[in-house]
């Protein structure tokens, strides 16, 4: 009886054993983390000391030293980090859209066959004139303005000024050339020209026009259209709104 139970003590000693193992084995881990955590630290502040006197360790007297490949390390770490960051800006940069845009509202309904208009050695495509050849080119343009009072312009300018007498008030007018080459990702502006418009209250609407040239050289496949700053004020009788251009040399 007493021979069968002997073993029990022996089980726990084994158990306990094991316990204190573990345990030991949890504070060399610890001890060990604090002394590596420690001696990096010292390394750093060893390397900071021989840079500011001017001992720096070469390659072949640093690769038995433990600080040097700590140091190496840290240095290959945040090369590593920088380089990853610099290259997503450079990326996202790279890969912006343009922040330029094109004032004013495209002209479309050009008519390039009937009546006075014609077309010779150029194309019409979406409201832009495509010359085939590269060269200096003469373009003009002439867009004729065509202003209504209507009523909510009235009561607007009967709160402002609180009369209904003869003042008058002003609108601006804009237009635009642009050419678009291939090249570039956003149209260029040629030409601007603006005006302002002033007339009685008492008149039903105003008559306007903005006509402006300049020679350009062009490429072949270039494109040239013509914007304004509102496009529902455009008359575009043929003999008052044109647009055109042609090769000078």
């Known amino acids: ?10 089980r726990c000693e084994l158990t306990l054993g094991v316990v204190l193992k573990a345990s030991i084995n949890r504070n060399v881990r610890e001890h060990m983390k604090e002394t590596f955590s420690k001696s990096s630290v010292s390394c750093l502040m060893r390397a900071n000391l021989r840079t500011i006197k001017g001992q720096e360790l070469n390659a072949a007297e640093g690769k038995d030293d433990p600080c040097w490949q700590v140091t190496q390390q840290l240095h ?11 290259q997503k800006e450079i990326s996202s940069a790279v890969k912006g859209q343009p922040n330029r845009k094109v004032y004013g509202q495209k002209i479309q309904s050009w008519e390039s066959e009937k009546g006075l208009a014609f077309l010779q050695n150029v194309e019409l495509s979406d409201g832009e004139l495509v010359v085939p050849q590269a060269g200096l080119y003469y373009i003009y ?3 004729y303005f065509r202003h209504t009072l209507i009523e909510e312009d009235e009561s607007e300018r009967e709160e402002e000024d609180g009369t209904s007498g003869e003042s008058v008030r002003g609108k601006p007018m804009l237009q ?5 080459v291939s090249s570039y990702p956003v149209p260029i502006l040629l030409m601007k020209n603006a005006r302002t418009t002033c007339w009685s209250r008492d008149t039903e609407y105003g008559l306007y026009s903005i006509y402006q040239a300049g020679l350009f050289q062009l490429g072949g496949g270039d494109r040239v259209f013509v914007t304004v700053s509102n496009i529902s004020t455009i008359d575009m009788d043929e003999k008052s709104s044109f ?4 090769l000078v040399s």
């Open 176 to 180: 635009y050339v642009y050419k678009k």
């Open 141 to 143: 343009s002439q867009t």
């Open 1 to 10: 009886m007493e021979l069968r139970k002997a073993p029990i003590p022996l």
């Open 76 to 86: 290959f770490l945040i090369e590593k980090s920088m380089s990853s960051r610099y």
């Open 243 to 246: 647009f055109g251009a042609f």
